[in-house]
T-cell receptor, first 114, second 117 residues
Framework: AQSVTQLDSQVPVFEEAPVELRCNYS??????LFWYVQYPNQGLQLLLK??????LVKGINGFEAEFNKSQTSFHLRKPSVHISDTAEYFC????????????FGQGTRLTINP | GAVVSQHPSRVICKSGTSVKIECRSLDFQATTMFWYRQFPKQSLMLMATSNEGSKATYEQGVEKDKFLINHASLTLSTLTVTSAHPEDSSFYICSARPGLDNTGELFFGEGSRLTVL
């Protein structure tokens, strides 16, 4: 079974400051990793994903994440945030094989202050 | 990218009535769709996996007679909340995966907010 832990439930940041949202996972098998963003009263939109290859993954809206296998982490970063980045961010994993259900973390609320 | 559409986006109903929520994959065929429930300020809870042409697989603790799922075609899955009660009020989100995708990536609908009075 897989589990995902997002260490921060809320992250307040000033506009144009850098941000890192932390994600750690646990799994007995290899997994694919994802970051999704959810704006109020909307579904989830994929920010980026790690399937294989380079451990640094770039996504939409200037976000990037780095897969660290030894630390079982997949932290999300952005060098300079905007007000429009205010949203809920979810880290998720899916096993290479099997039912391939996405397992989500608890979510991190990113609030950008002017 | 693949598009998933949910309808209705908001629904208010009286206690005891049934409500149907539709989930459509607009530009791809989805042999598998997933239904999630999300409580305020919480993560997504997987309710069931909907498989085209067969019975849905429900997660532990989810009442299959309460939450009826039908996946009659490769582009449509429906969730019916039967005899709804106020505690069923929630945000329901569907997701789908293109048939040939094996990475686990899901495409999500916009969500449906159900309020039971």
């Amino acid at each position: 079974a897989q589990s995902v832990t997002q260490l921060d439930s809320q992250v307040p940041v000033f506009e144009e400051a850098p941000v890192e949202l932390r994600c750690n996972y646990s799994s007995s098998v290899s997994v694919y990793l994802f970051w999704y963003v959810q704006y109020p009263n909307q579904g989830l939109q994929l920010l980026l994903k790690y399937l294989s290859g380079s451990t640094l993954v770039k996504g939409i809206n200037g976000f990037e994440a780095e897969f660290n296998k030894s630390q079982t982490s997949f932290h999300l970063r952005k060098p300079s945030v905007h007000i429009s980045d205010t949203a809920e961010y979810f880290c998720a994993v899916s096993p290479f094989q099997g039912a391939q259900k996405l397992v989500f973390g608890q979510g991190t609320r990113l609030t950008i202050n002017p | 990218g693949a598009v998933v559409s949910q309808h209705p986006s908001r629904v208010i109903c009286k206690s005891g009535t049934s409500v149907k929520i539709e989930c459509r994959s607009l530009d791809f065929q989805a042999t598998t769709m997933f239904w999630y429930r999300q409580f305020p300020k919480q993560s997504l809870m997987l309710m069931a996996t909907s498989n085209e042409g067969s019975k849905a697989t429900y997660e532990q603790g989810v009442e299959k007679d309460k939450f009826l799922i039908n996946h009659a075609s490769l582009t449509l899955s429906t969730l019916t909340v039967t005899s709804a009660h106020p505690e069923d009020s929630s945000f329901y989100i569907c997701s789908a995966r293109p048939g040939l995708d094996n990475t686990g990536e899901l495409f999500f609908g916009e969500g449906s907010r159900l309020t039971v009075l």
